[in-house]
């Protein structure tokens, strides 16, 4: 029902625009489909929401919805149309590509159009919580976080028999302090639409109150920012509550967790590894999961899963785990490395490989090099290698994005690496292959990136035990050195 559309431009440099009947033939015409047009108008209208111009974002997406409404941007317009709706999504900090960070989604429920500005100004505020927490803050650079821009018809939270129209279903539990709560599968309706997300949201819902996390959402009653980082514990971490303080009726019966277990055996606890080392201040404490008995936690000290700021080490060795489960220490590298055994031809030139590595605060990864002969690699050495999956595989199926705990340790390298290199300012690491150093024959480059969570000035690494190698990556160049003619 609509004709083709042609972008005048392509018309412009022979000083006419000829009829639409002749654009088709035109060996030069850019010809402009319904449903391209439609896209063009869905991005500008995403740009307006971006740009903070909700208002604006959502009058575009009403005229887009009623001028193409039989093509696919036009339906998800009208989708964007409605009284509570999503309108599109903006970075709030950025420190790499989506495909290689842990990308949080920050979110509002009840917040009206005039007040958008009000939630924009929220989510800017949760990074620097990042960025103060201890543990956290070591690894801020492997992190990007988003606002998702949702607007809501009502402010309110459902529950004592009320029903509010809000983009999240923002409702209150049925906890003694009437916690507060979302629709889950609303919350993943909009990180679908995100690109690359990672399955995490901090969602803060304007009235409701105190805070609830699990399973990727970590739901914040109001501004109560002080609830994000406990809540993300849950949310990202799979952590547990460390207080004893009971919450609601149904606490059904005690069960192990990472950081909390159902039994006082201070070899069959979750946190066993940490005690047989004997870090100062990890044991066995009864206390935890809302329960004054019948569940154990493992400090004396404290932890943010109880009421501290900092986390206690068997949570922060969790939390750095669940990072690694979804970033690969190996950012980058020069030349690509191939998926299978090509061979790069090495000629009179010095062939320079590189990676860059992902930069935690305070401490650098350790980069090896080694440069082996390509005979037939060992079992060990045939392992799947350390990379996550590249962008030109995106399309295939997949659990969740960027998951690397499937991949399993790398094996061991007998042979003594080449070289160690430290990090350069901009996380580069560089090694150098000359002809001259390599009798002719095939060589495969093996390079691996570890964090050895080793942080100076402390005795024990922030990770004791990593059963999925995730700490590890590695990249593998294959060579041909020709012989001297
Ligand atoms: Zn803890």
Redesign the pocket.
Known sequence: MHGLVCLLATFSTIGAVPPASHATSHPHAIVETPDEAAQKLLERAEARAREGRFADARAEYEKLAAKYPDTPAGREAAERSRPSAFLGWADVVRHGPSSNRVDVVLMGDGYELGHMDAFAKLAADVPPLFERQSTFREYYEYFNFLRADLVSKDSGVDGFGREYDTALGGKTLGTFAGHVGIERKLVFDVLAKIPDSDGQAIVFVKNGVLGTGGSGIATIGGREVKTVIHEF?HSFGR?SD?YDAQQSHDAGPARDGI?VAANEDPQKVPWAHWIAVKHPGVGVYEGALGRVRGAW???STG????SDER??V???EALVLAIYARVDPIDSESPPAPETREFLELGREPLTLSIKVLKPATHALEVKWWVLRDELPSEAERAPTGRSRSAGERGKPRARANDRTQRGPLGEITAKPRASTRTTAGGGHEFVLSREALEPGRYRIVVRAKDTTELRGEKFPWVLKDELGLLESERVWWIEVPAAR
């Open positions: 514990g952590l460390e950081n936690r493992p400090t932890c943010v899963m109880s986390f206690c068997v949570c922060r």
